[in-house]
Structures are given as C-alpha cells and as structure tokens.
C-alpha cells in the first residue's frame, strides 16, 4: 500500500478554526483586535508573496495586519529603531521582520532587538534558548507545523527513532529540539554527516523523517523505512516544477505517511504563525 498523505492544507484549516476562537477571546480582554506587525526594508517580490499571504491568514481569523516599510536605504540602526517602536507599542502583539535583508546587516542583532514576547517566528537567541531547556515559550512556524503534521498521524511516538536532515535554526535544529521534547530518540544531520558518508545509514533507522536541506531527491526512497512518517520541508524547482528533498515517487511506496511538495508544510506555516501570535498574546496577558 502507497503511503498515506499528509496534506497541510486540511490541518490548517482545523487550526484555523481553533485560532480564530482564541483571537476572538483575547480581543475582548484587549478590547482591540491583535495586531501583527510585518516590518520591512524596501519592496522584495518574494517577500511581498509572503506579505499577502500573512494578511490573508490574518484577517481570516480576526488579526488585523500591519505592515511598516523603510527605505531601502535604511541602516541598520534605523531598523532596530523601528523594532523597538513596536516592542513599546502597546497596540502591537506581534513582530516579523521581512527577509531579506542587505548582507551588510548583522541578522541576528536585527532578530534580537525584537521582545521575546513578540517574536512570533520565533527567532531570537532568547525564544530559541527556551527550546533548549522545554520552557514555556514560542517555536519557529515551519518547525512547528512539521511537529503537527506527525502528530496528525496519530501514532503513539514515545520512544520512536527521529532523523532530522537540516540543521537551520530556522527549521532543522528547532524541529530536532520539538522531536526531543515529544520523547523521540533524535538525531540531527548536517554537511558533516554527509561528507562522512554516513547519511544513507541513519535515514534507514527513522520512524520519523524531517528532511530540511534544500537539495532536490537528496534522499532516495529505497532510504526510507517501512512505516516511516515521512515530513518533506524542502522546496526545489527542478525543469520547472516544484519538488521536494525526498525522491517522493519511490517513498511513497515505503513510508506510511508522507507530505507531498507542493501541499505539505508550506500550507500549514502560515496558520502556525497565527498560532504563535495567538500564544504571544497569552504570554503577554500573563504579565
């Protein structure tokens, strides 16, 4: 039997339905409606793609989005600035600053001038750090949503062999990090383990699979254990059509569950990014 899919798009929508609640319940101990607030350097498509798809995501469950965008020619200081407006901004619940940015920005001083408390992708050195050590805090969307979608499978994970292939900070370390806190037995892969030649034999143990690393069919499906839970982050254009990191035709007839590329984690993001607002807000009311 050909794996079962697991397709973002549907989980979104259970999600969605469940933020929404929430948001509905935080704006009357607000008595506003939460704000998002995208900020930016200058106009990149890409990022106005990602711009249009957060404002659609949140106004469907009542955020309202804002988006404040500099000068191209802004410094970084002018940047940090405009952060730490909105860190004041009582009226402000949540903060993204757009990618990317000018290679001539310290990215991670940008990140970190966010509050913790309104990093809602998650990324600053203090939100990361509480992954590290399981406290209550927020988790980078794309990690997350990778998280969800094996939980989706309802199978019992207590105990089983995790791999995850990708060691950003963005997906693959945070992904490593959650798969830890579920009680799966987790190891992370990176250049190293490949070089070493020894990437084909820790795929084979995994009973669950995140594979991050940006590189088309890096991981053949004669990899894949029977059974695995198969999750695919990677997106690659390949002769013009969108593929993933795992050789999808030949895993699905060894896997269990598997997320197709395009219609796995890309869908569900987006709402998990309204999730962490809607867990920014309760961090927030409790101080």
Not at 253 to 266: L, Q, Y
Request: proline letters at 5%.
């Amino acid at each position: 039997m050909e794996a079962q899919l697991l397709e973002g798009k549907k989980v979104a929508e259970k999600l969605r339905t469940q933020v929404e609640r929430e948001i509905k319940e935080y704006a009357k101990q607000l008595m506003m409606p939460p704000t998002l607030r995208a900020i930016e350097l200058g106009e990149d498509p890409a990022s106005e793609l990602y711009l249009k798809s957060q404002r659609r995501a949140a106004e469907s469950v009542g955020i309202k989005h804002e988006t404040t965008t500099l000068d191209s020619t802004a410094s970084e200081a002018d940047l940090i600035g405009e952060i730490e407006r909105a860190n004041r901004d009582p009226k402000v619940h949540g903060i993204i600053v757009q990618m990317p940015l000018p290679k001539t920005f310290q990215v991670d001083r940008v990140l970190d001038a966010i509050h913790p408390d309104k990093d809602v992708e998650a990324m600053t050195t203090s939100n990361l750090g509480k992954l590290v050590i399981h406290k209550e805090g927020l988790a980078p969307c794309t990690a997350r949503s990778c998280i969800r979608l094996i939980e989706e499978t309802g199978i019992d994970l207590f105990g089983k062999e995790g791999v995850v292939i990708g060691s950003s900070k963005i997906v693959g370390l945070p992904a490593f990090l959650l798969m830890i806190g579920k009680k799966i037995t987790s190891t992370i892969c990176h250049t190293g383990t490949f070089k070493s030649g020894m990437l084909e034999s820790h795929v084979r143990r995994a009973d669950v699979l995140v594979v991050s690393a940006g590189k088309p069919a890096l991981i053949p499906g004669a990899w894949i254990k029977e059974g695995a839970i198969v999750i695919d982050v990677g997106i690659n254009r390949v002769s013009g059509k969108t593929v993933g990191d795992v050789d999808f035709e030949t895993a699905k007839k060894r896997a269990a569950f598997i997320t197709p590329v395009p219609g796995g984690v890309g869908p569900l993001t987006t709402m998990t990014l309204m999730e962490n607002l809607a867990q920014a807000i309760s961090l927030q009311l409790k101080k």
